[in-house]
């Protein structure tokens, strides 16, 4: 597994976490890091997509609902929810992922902490917020 693969899958780990508890995240995190041994790229990466996340979730969980049609963000799976929330934010924010890569990476982790038909669900939100980047010029990459 890739450096960036591992930094998402503890990413979502740790997101997944998160969502059923009322820690701080800083402590929780810090927590998180002591219970693993990650190599310093994988760890790097995986706290720029959590702190990401987590800084900027209102602005990725508006175009998440934008972009899940008849869905509301409590009804959609905890691993679903948090794969798309990583991916969302790569593409609003990190100019050195191509959209295309955080659709795919996203697709392939909830496939293989989901099922197929979870993936097609996440595939097809993300290639809505794709579109809607590209239509207001925030995702030419």
Known sequence: MG???AARELALQFLFQQ???ADDPEASLSYFWRERKVPGRTRQFAERLIRGVIQKRDEIDRLLSKCADNWNLDRMGTVER???RIALYEMLFCDDIPPIVSINEAVD???EFCDRESGQFVNGVLDRALAELTTRGESER
Request: without cysteine; glycine residues 0%; aromatic residues 8%.
């Open 82 to 84: 948090n794969v798309m």
């Open 109 to 111: 982790i909830t496939k």
């Open 3 to 5: 450096t960036r693969r």
């Open 19 to 21: 969502e059923f508890s």
